[in-house]
Nanobody, 117 residues
Framework: QVQLVESGGGLVQAGGSLRLSCAAS????????MGWYRQPPGKQREFVAT???????SYADSVKGRFTISRDNAKNTVYLQMNSLKPEDTAVYYC???????????WGQGTQVTVSS
């Protein structure tokens, strides 16, 4: 079955940068929309960014201009470049593969991002 593994999280100071990776196995992601979501401590999971199979991107207002989602289909990997990080960005970040038009999605286990002030 499909497995998504996030990596690249860690502790960073406010204003710093991190690049998250989501490596997929078991299926080619080239024809799937992919996304990044995050869950801050004590809060529900929220949308961060998506990228379609054609490369069109969409971002939450809170990260526009700071985060960039990209994909490398040859590596079956999706990335999230995070710049100008703020303490409010602290969360567990999850990668999602859209199964549309099938029911449901595939999710990774998440990677922790902590931004210190």
């Amino acid at each position: 079955q499909v497995q998504l593994v996030e990596s690249g999280g860690g502790l960073v100071q406010a204003g710093g940068s991190l690049r998250l990776s989501c490596a997929a196995s078991g299926k080619s992601i080239s024809r799937n929309s992919m996304g990044w979501y995050r869950q801050p401590p004590g809060k529900q999971r929220e949308f961060v960014a998506t990228i379609t199979s054609g490369g069109a991107t969409s971002y939450a207002d809170s990260v526009k201009g700071r985060f960039t989602i990209s994909r490398d289909n040859a590596k079956n990997t999706v990335y999230l470049q995070m710049n100008s990080l703020k303490p409010e960005d602290t969360a567990v970040y999850y990668c999602k593969l859209s199964k549309w038009p099938l029911t449901g999605d595939y999710w990774g286990q998440g990677t922790q991002v902590t931004v210190s002030s």
